[in-house]
């Protein structure tokens, strides 16, 4: 709580000197539309007026307000710490597309995590293929059954052309995702041949 009325206020801040800058921005909030949709300029100022809104999603998805604190961590991308390059492609926002590339960016765990999701847009997509970290590339293939690459170099060696690109914590913000809605019965297929390796060995180390 402490740190989204913190966060909250260095925006409510960061809005009031902009408006005080450019006056004519004053507009946009009589109107109803408060200069939170305007992009600042100045380039110090933006970073820390996205890291205000990134520590917003941190403390709404802390606190199950998750619509708001998906939306807002899309900032995630602005700040310092963002690994990820900048692809030239159009960003997928939901609508129906033909070959769609979703991208990981963070850890193992989070791959998987969002992962999970994917299921839920393939009614959007003619064909979907996953850029994930190359040791998660087998589970995924054998779990989702998508074509799966280390990077979008080798996607390019494949001859794939991708229409839209979206990463992979950006797929909550597309489907509006609230807690109630994130259960699933689970979606990872071990190998077969692995599960069998090991029921074995522990029943001889078990000695019966």
């Known amino acids: 709580e402490k740190a989204e009325a913190l966060a909250r206020e ?9 408006v005080e800058k450019e006056p004519q921005l004053l507009v946009l909030e009589i109107e109803g539309q408060p200069p939170v949709t305007s992009s600042p300029s100045d380039g110090g100022d933006d970073q820390s007026y996205k890291l205000s809104q990134h520590h917003l999603a941190l403390a709404c998805l802390e606190q199950d307000k998750w ?11 602005f700040v310092e710490g963002w690994q990820r390059p900048t692809y030239p492609l159009p960003y997928w926002k939901g609508e129906d597309t033909g070959t769609l590339l979703i991208h990981g960016e963070q850890g193992l765990g989070d791959e998987i995590m969002y992962l999970a999701l994917v299921n ?8 979907i293929i996953v850029e994930c970290n190359h ?26 052309m991708p229409d839209h690109i979206i990463a992979m914590g950006s797929l909550p913000n597309v489907l509006k ?21 090991w029921r074995k060995t522990l029943k001889r180390v078990a000695n019966g």
């Not at 260095?10 to 902009?18: D, G, Q, S, V, Y």
């Not at 839920?120 to 064909?127: E, L, S």
Request: glycine share 6%; with cysteine.
């Open 10 to 18: 260095a925006i409510r801040c960061h809005e009031k000197n902009l």
């Open 67 to 77: 619509p708001e604190g998906w939306a807002l961590y899309e900032n995630r991308k």
């Open 120 to 127: 839920r847009i393939r009614n959007k997509a003619k064909r």
């Open 135 to 160: 040791r998660l590339i087998p589970l995924i293939r054998r779990s989702l059954g998508l074509e799966c690459f280390p990077d979008i170099e080798a996607v390019q060696a494949a001859g794939i």
């Open 177 to 197: 995702l609230e807690r109630k809605d994130a259960r699933t019965d689970g979606y990872l297929k071990p190998d077969a041949d692995r599960v069998d390796y």
